[in-house]
């Protein structure tokens, strides 16, 4: 029983290791409550705003609001398995691209001291279509 849950734990180590390498980008934030993240997302002389912000962390749940082509939405993330991450297409299918470019927003940590969210922010691009450039708040004055 121990060699075939060794084996298991090696198989999903190497299945998740190969996911972890598909990414042709990988970005980590931290924000703090309310404090909006906003990146712009180019392709094909189009420009899309992809913004997210998380409002509430309670009982082990973070509620996190975004957007992206005038899509929105809310997800509550848990640092668990199950819900700790959300993913969404960048472009949509065509006849010429059945695995669209996508983007994975993965809830990694939660500071108790600092009360500020990590995520980790994973790009699929296997052809190198997307650019994404990260918009800073205006300066308060």
């Known amino acids: 029983m121990r060699t075939l849950l060794r084996a298991f734990?090696?198989?999903?180590?190497?299945f998740s290791?190969?996911?972890a390498n598909n990414f042709t980008e990988v970005r980590e934030i931290s924000l703090k409550k309310d404090e909006q993240k906003k990146i712009l997302?180019?392709?094909d002389n189009k420009?899309?705003?992809f913004t997210f912000r998380w409002t509430l962390y309670k009982n082990g749940g973070l509620v996190v609001f975004r957007a992206y082509d005038k899509i929105?939405?809310?997800?509550?993330?848990y640092l668990r398995?199950?819900?700790?991450s959300f993913k969404f297409e960048l472009k949509t299918k065509g006849a010429d691209s059945f695995k669209v470019p996508y983007m994975?927003?993965?809830f990694k940590e939660f500071n108790q001291k600092t009360k500020e969210a990590k995520f980790e922010i994973f790009l699929s691009d296997d052809k190198k279509q997307i650019m994404l450039e990260d918009l800073k708040p205006p300066k308060e004055e």
């Open 9 to 14: 734990t090696l198989l999903l180590f190497s």
């Open 17 to 19: 290791f190969i996911f």
């Open 41 to 43: 997302v180019k392709y």
């Open 47 to 49: 420009d899309k705003l």
């Open 72 to 77: 929105v939405a809310q997800n509550v993330l």
């Open 81 to 84: 398995e199950k819900n700790r």
């Open 104 to 106: 994975l927003v993965k």
